[in-house]
């Protein structure tokens, strides 16, 4: 079983649509859970950071962590063609010593005009 | 202004070669990590660096790697003698667990 499983898509939606982008994880040491946005051939860009279980909003986005059922989401609203891009889940925990990061696969999405 | 700049952007290396891979945060920062994504892949972990020591390194992170932080700004990723393999992005990120990470745009290393 994969650390992080995450959906790759790709995933097609009409613009204004509300998008619901999961990662499931299995090491129950995880503590903090991020967002990220990649375009192509770039640097992942942080969107959103929660340390705790609950829901975590920021403008048109919404994060949500389940530690109990191992589960994170990411909800956009009022999608926009320009959020167009991969989006990953990344996952941390603090035994290692070295503060490292375990990302999922990415879901590509397209929000269509 | 980017808080990581990462230089070159491409670097195109011949089998066998060293690389040199940098990267300049903007401010100061004691968390320093450098990650690979090969292409269609995940981003994965190579090695993390604190108080100019590595503190976790991966699988990946043999004996052919090696970081640096020669003059207290830069923060160099070496590759000593490249395999195709190695063709991936590389991304330099800082920050830590509390405040989130904060990764460059890249530096996309293709190896002929």
């Known amino acids: 079983q994969k650390e992080v499983e995450q959906d790759p898509g790709p995933l097609s939606v009409p613009e204004g649509a509300i998008v619901s982008l999961n990662c499931t994880y299995s090491?129950?040491?995880?503590?903090?859970f991020m967002w990220y946005r990649q375009y192509s051939r770039k640097g992942p860009e942080l969107l959103m950071y929660t340390y705790s279980s609950g829901n975590k909003e920021d403008g048109r986005f919404t994060a949500q962590v389940d530690k109990s059922s191992k589960y994170i989401s990411l909800f956009i609203r009022d999608s926009q063609p320009s959020d167009s891009a991969t989006y990953l889940c990344a996952m941390g925990d603090l035994t290692g010593g070295g503060n490292k990061l375990t990302f999922g696969t990415g879901t590509q999405l397209k929000v269509e005009l | 202004e980017p808080e990581v700049t990462q230089t070159p952007s491409h670097q195109v290396t011949q089998m066998g070669q060293e690389v040199i891979l940098r990267c300049v945060p903007i401010?100061?920062?004691?968390?320093f990590y450098w990650y690979r994504q090969i292409l269609g892949q995940k981003v994965e972990f190579l090695v993390s660096?604190?108080?100019?020591?590595?503190?976790?390194k991966s699988e990946i992170f043999d004996d052919q790697f090696s970081v640096e932080r020669p003059d207290g700004s830069n923060f160099t990723l070496k590759i000593r003698s490249t395999k195709l393999e190695d063709s991936a992005m590389y991304f330099c990120a800082i920050g830590q667990g509390a405040v989130g990470y904060t990764f460059g745009s890249g530096t996309r290393l293709t190896v002929v």
């Open positions: 090491n129950s040491a995880f503590q903090y």
């Open positions: 660096f604190y108080n100019n020591e590595i503190s976790e």
């Open positions: 401010s100061n920062h004691l968390y």
